[in-house]
Nanobody
Framework: VRVVESGGGLTQAGGSLRLSCKAS????????LGWFRQSPGKEREFVAAISWNGGVTNYADSVKGRFHIAKNAANSTVSLQMNNLEPGDAATYYCATGASYATNNWKAYPTWGQGTRVTISS
């Protein structure tokens, strides 16, 4: 089981970015997948999660209405569309899988990617 993130970069406050997480090893159709983020000096923070079949999604209050998580079965990826980005959204974003449901508890996800950095200019 493996996940690889892509799509980070630099954008202005109010802009949008789309992150992707490629899941392999059977993870896409067996486990929930979550997005977390971490900034220097801060704890890891839950962002969003989606169930194995895409039927359940879970969002942190701080991103509700701005971020959207979705599964793409055609290429075994899970995307995180981030709109109306704020300076506080700047962080390294991590994709994680292996959880049995779309939980916000990072300890439930045994497999993690290397992260992709999101930078917001004000």
């Amino acid at each position: 089981v493996r996940v690889v993130e892509s799509g980070g970069g630099l954008t202005q406050a109010g802009g949008s970015l789309r992150l992707s997480c490629k899941a392999s090893g059977g993870a896409f159709s067996r486990y929930a997948l979550g997005w977390f983020r971490q900034s220097p000096g801060k704890e890891r923070e839950f962002v969003a999660a989606i169930s194995w079949n895409g039927g359940v999604t879970n969002y942190a209050d701080s991103v509700k209405g701005r971020f959207h998580i979705a599964k793409n079965a055609a290429n075994s990826t899970v995307s995180l569309q981030m709109n109306n980005l704020e300076p506080g959204d700047a962080a390294t974003y991590y994709c994680a899988t292996g959880a049995s449901y779309a939980t916000n508890n990072w300890k439930a996800y045994p497999t993690w990617g290397q992260g992709t950095r999101v930078t917001i200019s004000s």
